[in-house]
């Protein structure tokens, strides 16, 4: 299993560009999610799905859209870059068995906008 | 309003010693507290998780502490290697198994010295 794969791995915008930032898992999880990472904020919630055709906002949504077509595919979209997104964006996908959860992330796509 | 906290930012501890992270959490709804390892470059791993109906979890050198009164929980790492040197973050969710995402701490860049 390649697990969560990501695309780009890395990306530079100007300001007022959009983009699709691309997440694919293949354990055939139910949920997924994207998150942002800032220095000295952790991670952050941008988006989640809990299943194909559904998703849900997280802490951080504004300036970004998804969509969940299929189970394995997760985009994310920046409508219009802005240097605050400037940042790394991590997609994970998870599973809830016997209550345990575990989040499986790929390996980030580094994104500067200019 | 952060409803994760984490501390310290960054630790030395010698090779052999006792790494201590702490958090402390503010809603009670969350059920499912996992901590994870980020090395530069890479995503987050998990490392150990705990639910609340439990006090302590032990894995190997990993132990989780869990004070439910006190909305607190702490990572030890126990004999640390030089190769545990990495970003710890602690983080929480709740809908019973964190369909709706992770909240996460800020984070602990974790130096184990030779």
């Known amino acids: 299993n390649a697990g969560v794969t990501q695309t780009p791995k890395f990306q530079v915008l100007k300001t007022g560009q959009s983009m699709t930032l691309q997440c694919a898992q293949d354990m055939n999880h139910e949920y997924m999610s994207w998150y942002r990472q800032d220095p000295g904020m952790g991670l952050r919630l941008i988006h989640y799905?809990?299943?194909?055709?559904?998703?849900d906002q997280g802490e951080v949504p504004n300036g970004y859209n998804v969509s969940r077509s299929t189970t394995e595919d997760f985009p994310l979209r920046l409508l219009s870059a802005a240097p605050s997104q400037t940042s790394v964006y991590f997609c994970?996908?998870?599973?809830?068995?016997?209550?345990?959860?575990?989040?499986?992330f790929g390996p980030g796509t580094r994104l500067t906008v200019t | 309003q952060q409803q994760v906290k984490q501390s310290p930012q960054s630790l030395i501890v010698q090779k052999g010693g006792i790494s201590i992270i702490n958090c402390a959490y503010e809603?009670?709804?969350?059920?499912?507290f996992p901590w994870y390892q980020q090395f530069p470059g890479k995503g987050p791993a998990l490392l150990i998780a705990?639910?609340?109906?439990?006090s302590e979890k032990k894995e190997g050198r990993f132990t989780i502490s869990f004070n439910k009164s006190a909305k607190q929980f702490s990572l030890h790492i126990m004999d640390s290697q030089p190769g545990d040197s990495a970003t710890y973050f602690c983080a929480a969710s709740s809908a019973g198994g964190g369909a709706d995402g992770l909240t996460f701490g800020k984070g602990t860049h974790l130096i184990i010295q030779p």
């Open positions: 994970a996908s998870s599973y809830v068995l016997a209550g345990t959860y575990e989040q499986y």
């Open positions: 809603n009670t709804a969350f059920d499912y």
């Open positions: 799905s809990v299943g194909a055709g559904i998703t």
């Open positions: 705990i639910r609340p109906d439990v």
